[in-house]
């Protein structure tokens, strides 16, 4: 069983920065592509990005494209999401997914197989 622990999360006014970290228990963690998600209060889980397993790709809902960025330290079996600009709108729990197979579905939750418990992430305006 994998564990995922995410971390970094908090309060921001808008405009700010933070960054999310997600410490992977797998010793194959350099092998599984690792996605962030998102819910907000009231609505449904969302992809935010994603990145493959060499990091050779990376991927990203259109809400936030050129504000955010994913990561990986394969040595420190960690993937991070750097988010910059943030809006109140980028409010939710954020979580770490991880996908043993690589699928081409990166963007649905039905592809991964692992989660973490979430934080949150509040921008205020």
């Known amino acids: 069983q994998v564990q995922l622990v995410e971390s970094g999360g908090g309060l921001v006014q808008a405009g700010g920065s933070l960054r999310l970290s997600c410490a992977a228990s797998?010793?194959?963690?350099?092998?599984?592509?690792m996605g962030w998600f998102r819910q907000a209060p009231g609505k449904e889980r969302e992809f935010v990005a994603a990145?493959?397993?060499?990091?050779?790709?990376?991927w990203y809902a259109d809400s936030v494209k050129g504000r955010f960025t994913i990561s990986r330290d394969n040595a420190k079996n960690t993937v991070y999401l750097q988010m910059n600009s943030l809006k109140p709108e980028d409010t939710a729990v954020y979580y770490c997914?991880?996908?043993?197979?690589?699928?081409?579905?990166?963007?649905?939750?039905?592809?991964?197989?692992?989660w973490g418990q979430g934080t949150q992430v509040t921008v205020s305006s």
């Open positions: 997914a991880a996908d043993r197979n690589g699928g081409p579905y990166y963007y649905t939750q039905e592809e991964y197989d692992y």
């Open positions: 797998a010793r194959t963690f350099s092998t599984y592509t």
């Open positions: 990145i493959s397993w060499r990091a050779l790709s990376t």
